[in-house]
């Protein structure tokens, strides 16, 4: 950039230092590469994966920024849905709209039907094993020593014995 674009640039009225508009800042957090690659959020993310960006005063998810600053606004009653599956992915050839009843389906379609995908021991974050909640139902003790013997919550004890957690366990 050469000094006549940067006189250009617009400065902050207070402190006089150069303000970056905000889809050149949101772009620049983007690991862009080509045009069938998944582009990357490179910033802050949350505890899903999800990519989110300060924008209007809101955390806003990045692949949601992503379709504003390409597609325009994104219409009430709509969701951005990725079509690659990765949700840090950022690119608009990934990305389309949709219905709440659309994604839930892609989900049941895709075996992605937990709460962040992975049922069971396949989750990263599972505690127990197929063979500790067979242990659960069979233990027929109050719920509350049954979760203390596994180091869980009565509630926990509970969602699996009526199978409403690990329902996939014989």
Not at 50 to 77: C, D, E, M
Not at 107 to 114: C, I, L, M, T, V
Not at 128 to 137: G, H, P, Y
């Amino acid at each position: 950039m050469n000094y006549k674009q940067l006189r250009h640039k617009k400065r902050c009225p207070t402190c006089g230092t150069l303000v970056q508009p905000v889809a050149e800042r949101f772009w620049s957090k983007v690991d862009v590469r080509g045009p069938e690659d998944c582009w990357l959020w490179l910033s802050g993310r949350v505890a899903s994966d999800y990519g989110h960006f300060q924008y209007q005063g809101k955390a806003v998810r990045s692949h949601r920024l992503a379709w504003l600053f390409t597609n325009g606004p994104i219409p009430n009653g709509l969701h951005v849905l990725h079509k690659c599956d990765v949700r840090a992915c950022c690119n608009p050839a990934h990305l389309s709209l949709g219905t709440h009843q659309e994604n839930i389906a892609d989900r049941h379609r895709k075996g992605r039907d937990g709460r962040y995908s992975a049922p069971g021991m396949l989750n990263h974050q599972a505690r127990l094993t197929d063979d500790i909640v067979r242990q659960i139902r069979a233990d027929k003790r109050p719920y509350r020593l049954v979760a203390a013997t596994h180091g869980i919550s009565t509630a926990l004890v509970s969602l699996i014995k009526n199978r409403k957690r690990w329902a996939h366990v014989v």
